[in-house]
């Protein structure tokens, strides 16, 4: 089995223009396409995986704007491989009607948010009543838990740890930490061995190959690598990218006394049932 929780599902102009200005800045010249309709999320992004988790961002700060119902219409043409997630802006008045009709009305799964791209505190009012509602519907939350290069971000909401009180407050909420936390993966490794319920996916990693290694050593040595996901962020980073930096990871020590991240920690991640950890069976 494996199962990729982190795609993406936008056209080019639904990332929104602050998104795209700052992506331009920073990978210009990588070739990455970001226009991803259906046709091509289908064809290139969710090929070699058995199931894929797909959402869109929605920002009122950042003009990033993919209607839940796009989501929900590329899962019902792929009911055996999509489970689609809503995008939730906490600053919406109307997030928690929203969050009902993706579920009664779409059949969307779970949840993807970000405080940076999308302005709140994780643990602020507003955003605490989008983690009850998830709670009390079982949806998992995906969450952007790491750094970005749009100058009017708040970066200080971006740190994994900000999390502890909202699972203190929400002990059954499940939640996935995106890109391992990324620089902070200290501090996202602290929150996957304190709390049962969250995860880190490894998803965007592989740009920077130092800190995927650092990141991957020390969940190894905490004992917990069965509490990373696969994830690929499709379609900035592609599969075989994904699968060739994980199964590369120890290629940055080459020639040194550091350790080693198994083969099987490596495989593992790949091939881990990720679906009955989020309880989306």
């Known amino acids: ?82 489970i689609g997630f809503m995008s939730i802006d906490p600053n919406q008045p109307d997030a928690l009607d929203e969050i009902d009709r993706c579920v009664s009305d779409l059949g969307l799964r779970g949840i993807k948010m970000s405080p940076v791209y999308q302005h709140y505190d994780p643990a602020g009012p507003r955003a605490e009543r989008v983690h009850a509602r998830a709670e009390e519907l079982g949806l998992p939350i995906l969450t952007h838990a790491a750094f970005h290069g749009i100058t009017n971000t708040p970066m200080e909401w ?5 999390y502890d009180p909202v699972c203190r407050r929400f002990p059954k909420l499940t939640l996935i930490l995106a890109h ?38 020390l969940v190894h040595e905490s004992g917990l690598t069965h509490k990373l996901l696969f994830g690929t962020d499709f379609p900035l980073t592609t599969f075989d990218q994904t699968v060739h930096a994980l199964r590369h990871v120890n290629d940055v020590v080459a020639g040194t006394a550091l350790p080693r991240i198994p083969a099987e920690d490596i495989e593992g991640i790949i091939h881990r049932d990720a679906l009955a950890l989020l309880g989306l069976t």
């Open 180 to 217: 391992i936390g990324l620089p902070w993966y200290t501090d996202a490794m602290v929150m996957i061995r304190k709390h049962p319920h969250v995860y880190a996916d490894i998803s965007g990693a592989l740009f920077r190959p130092w800190w995927m290694y650092q990141a991957m050593a």
């Open 158 to 162: 971006a740190n994994p740890l900000l």
């Open 1 to 82: 089995m494996i199962v990729d929780v982190h795609t993406h599902l936008s056209t080019l102009e639904q990332w929104g223009p602050y998104f795209l200005e700052a992506f331009g800045r920073t990978y210009q010249g990588s070739g990455i396409d970001l226009h991803t309709p259906p046709e091509r999320h289908w064809t290139a992004g969710v090929h070699h995986a058995d199931k894929a988790i797909v959402f869109g961002i929605n920002s009122l700060a950042l003009q990033m704007h993919t209607p839940n119902d796009q989501i929900a219409a590329y899962q019902r043409a792929h009911p055996e491989k999509i």
